[in-house]
């Protein structure tokens, strides 16, 4: 209940913050990243969203919390644009109860009008069991966020309930296989290296775009790139890093 109160103080008090991290291609470029928020608590340091995320739901300030996600990101979109950077794509994760909320899209509407950010540069993450929600609000939505230019990920791919017909009737731009695939690959598991490829190809025959989650391992990477996944998330490139260690990979572009 404590860190139920001290959450409303944390959004007026700046104690959230973004980490990002990156998603490379094949080559090990830098392709685009992922904001994860931490929240730097004043006495007990550094809580981490796993925590902090379901309280938000339960609250309400969930939709606080990523109207501040999304503003924050596309500050720093437009600030990366002045400036004359490189500016690279970003992926915000987002729970079904703002997808279901009236006044969500208005939101995202006028952060992107106000700082003038064009829509292909946000991806949207949302998890499988989102996709299936037997609900109308959501399934809108998620349409007009596509005809507005957002991408639509699917987080956590393989460990919810949809199928692959379901995500290509709703012309889902990117597939996040879940880490729980990748571990196995490092020991010659022959079932997972199964499902991952065909995953793969499944995904590249509806023209969705994959990236492997928690790709630690070298051995990995290679499997990943033999059977032709077209991005990587995971510790082995990158680990989640704050805004300035970001900008300097963002500089380097490697
Ligand atoms: O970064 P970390 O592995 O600790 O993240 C744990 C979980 O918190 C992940 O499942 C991630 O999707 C979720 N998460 C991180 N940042 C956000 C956010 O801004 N909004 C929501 N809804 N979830 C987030
Ligand atoms: O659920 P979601 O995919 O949004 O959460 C991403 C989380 O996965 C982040 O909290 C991040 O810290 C974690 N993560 C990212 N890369 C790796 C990895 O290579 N290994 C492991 N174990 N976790 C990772
Ligand atoms: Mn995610
Ligand atoms: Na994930």
Not at 37 to 43: M, T
Not at 110 to 129: F, G, K, M, R, V
Request: some cysteine; charged content about 25%; hydrophobic content about 40%.
């Amino acid at each position: 209940l404590a860190l139920e109160n001290d959450m409303r103080k944390a959004l007026e008090q700046n104690q959230f913050e973004l980490y990002y991290q990156p998603q490379v291609n094949m080559e090990g470029r830098i392709h685009s990243a992922e904001a994860l928020v931490r929240w730097n608590h004043p006495d007990w340091g550094t809580v981490s969203p796993g925590e902090f995320i379901p309280l938000a739901e339960e609250n309400h300030l969930i939709h606080d919390l990523t109207s501040w996600v999304i503003e924050e990101v596309c500050s720093q979109l437009k600030k990366w644009k002045t400036m004359e950077k490189p500016v690279k794509p970003i992926a915000i994760n987002v729970s079904p109860l703002c997808l279901m909320r009236n006044g969500f899209i208005e939101k995202i509407k006028q952060i992107l009008a106000d700082y003038e950010i064009s829509a292909h540069l946000i991806q949207l993450e949302i998890t499988e069991n989102t996709l299936l929600k037997d609900n109308e609000k959501i399934q809108s939505n998620l349409k007009m966020l596509k005809q507005l230019g957002l991408a639509i990920a699917i987080d956590d791919f393989g460990t919810g309930y949809s199928s692959l017909k379901y995500i290509h009737d709703f012309q889902v731009d990117i597939l996040k296989l879940d880490k729980l695939f990748l571990k196995e690959l490092a020991h010659d598991n022959e079932k997972d290296k199964a499902i991952v490829s065909s995953v793969i190809h499944l995904a590249k025959g509806l023209n969705i775009k994959i990236i492997a989650e928690g790709v630690e391992r070298y051995e990995q990477y290679q499997f990943l790139k033999q059977k032709d996944c077209d991005l990587i998330q995971g510790f082995l490139f990158s680990k989640p890093v704050p805004l300035e260690t970001w900008e300097e990979m963002m500089e380097t572009g490697y």
